[in-house]
């Protein structure tokens, strides 16, 4: 049973453009979310990262948006870079455990 | 120093080797973790450490052994591993507490033989 769903395994953006990417959960223990882009070869680099008690945090181009009741939280980035071409994953948080979504590969197209 | 890192970077062993994964940090951070992630799927929790002492193993066969010697370092033992525990094998660390941001390291890509 996934816990963290990511629907999209991938998604094609402008350069320029907003890029939005989306993420599920079915567990309401979850009290902290994360976003992780990943390179090939490499291990996951932490991006940003909200608390349940909030709704919107913003860093940068970065601004990830959680809706409690929805159980739905999202990543926007603003304006997409070609470097930012990579599998990102989102994360949850219960206690001491993280469980993590399959992950959605951002292809960004100059 | 927000870096982690992992030896060795690839390792090929047979069925009947025994060999130790190795991961280091000096953030300060008193959690440290083992995930294994296999081809386009995403990290899976092994294994975590708090404060050094084993305080999650998420069902792992006993052929894959943790352990945290000191604050700053983190193994993982290998034993009669099996070819379908063939991945890459990702530490991660944290500080302890109800912000905690997981720092990963490079893995290390496992083939088992």
């Known amino acids: 049973d996934q816990q963290v769903k990511q629907n999209s395994p991938s998604l094609s953006v402008q350069e320029g453009r907003i890029s939005i990417l989306n993420c599920d959960y079915t567990?309401?223990?979850?009290?902290?979310f994360l976003w992780y882009k990943k390179y090939p070869a490499e291990g996951p680099t932490f991006l940003i990262s909200i608390s349940s008690i909030k709704d919107k945090n913003e860093d940068g181009r970065f601004t990830v948006f959680l809706n409690k009741s929805a159980k739905h939280l999202s990543l926007h980035i603003v304006p997409s870079q070609p470097g930012d071409s990579a599998v990102y994953f989102c994360a949850a948080r219960y206690g001491q455990n993280f469980v993590f979504g399959p992950g959605t590969r951002l292809s960004v197209l100059p | 120093d927000t870096e982690v890192t992992q030896t060795p970077k690839h390792l090929v062993m047979g069925m009947t080797n025994k060999k130790s994964l190795k991961c280091e940090q000096h953030m300060g951070h008193r959690a440290m973790y083992w995930y294994k992630q296999k081809a386009k799927k995403p990290p899976e929790l092994m294994f975590v450490?708090?404060?050094?002492?084993?305080?999650i193993n998420e069902s792992v066969p006993s052929r894959f052994s943790p352990e945290c010697p000191n604050s700053s370092l983190l193994n993982l033992h290998l034993h009669a591993l099996q070819p379908e525990d063939s991945a890459l094998y990702l530490c991660?660390?944290?500080?302890?507490?109800?912000?905690?941001?997981?720092?990963f390291g490079p893995g290390t890509r496992l083939l088992v033989l």
């Open positions: 991660a660390s944290s500080q302890v507490g109800t912000i905690q941001t997981q720092y």
């Open positions: 567990n309401s223990m979850f009290d902290y």
């Open positions: 450490y708090s404060y050094e002492k084993l305080s």
